[in-house]
C-alpha cells in the first residue's frame, strides 16, 4: 500500500474511494494475488470511501479497525480522568 499526502486535498469520500481504489489494485499488480478484505479507520471521510469500495466489490469484505477504535476510546477516557481528576 502506498502513503498519500493529502495536505491542502479535500478528504472527501470519493477521493479517499480513488485512493483505496488505486491501492487495492497496485497491491494485487504487485503481489499477484486478490485482495478480498479492507480495513480503515471509522473518520467520515473513510466511512463514505469504504461504502463506494464495498459497492464496488460487492464480495469485499470491508472492516473498521477495531485498535483505532479502542485508541479513540481510551484516549476520550484518559482526558476524562484528566480533567475531573
Known amino acids: 500500500?502506498?502513503?498519500h499526502d493529502m495536505a491542502g486535498k479535500l478528504k472527501t469520500g470519493d477521493t479517499m474511494f480513488e485512493l483505496m481504489k488505486a491501492d487495492k489494485e497496485m497491491i494485487e499488480?504487485?503481489?499477484n494475488t486478490q485482495v478480498i478484505a479492507w480495513c480503515t479507520d471509522?473518520?467520515?471521510d473513510t466511512k463514505q470511501?469504504?461504502?463506494l469500495l464495498g459497492?464496488?466489490?460487492l464480495w469485499m469484505?470491508?472492516?473498521v479497525?477495531?485498535?483505532h477504535q479502542i485508541n479513540l476510546i481510551v484516549g476520550d477516557l484518559l482526558r476524562l480522568r484528566?480533567?475531573?481528576g
Do not use: S, W, Y
Open 65 to 67: 479497525c477495531r485498535a
Open 61 to 63: 469484505i470491508i472492516l
Open 82 to 84: 484528566v480533567c475531573h
Open 29 to 31: 499488480k504487485k503481489d
Open 42 to 44: 471509522g473518520g467520515p
Open 1 to 3: 500500500m502506498d502513503t
Open 49 to 51: 470511501g469504504k461504502q
Open 55 to 57: 459497492e464496488a466489490f
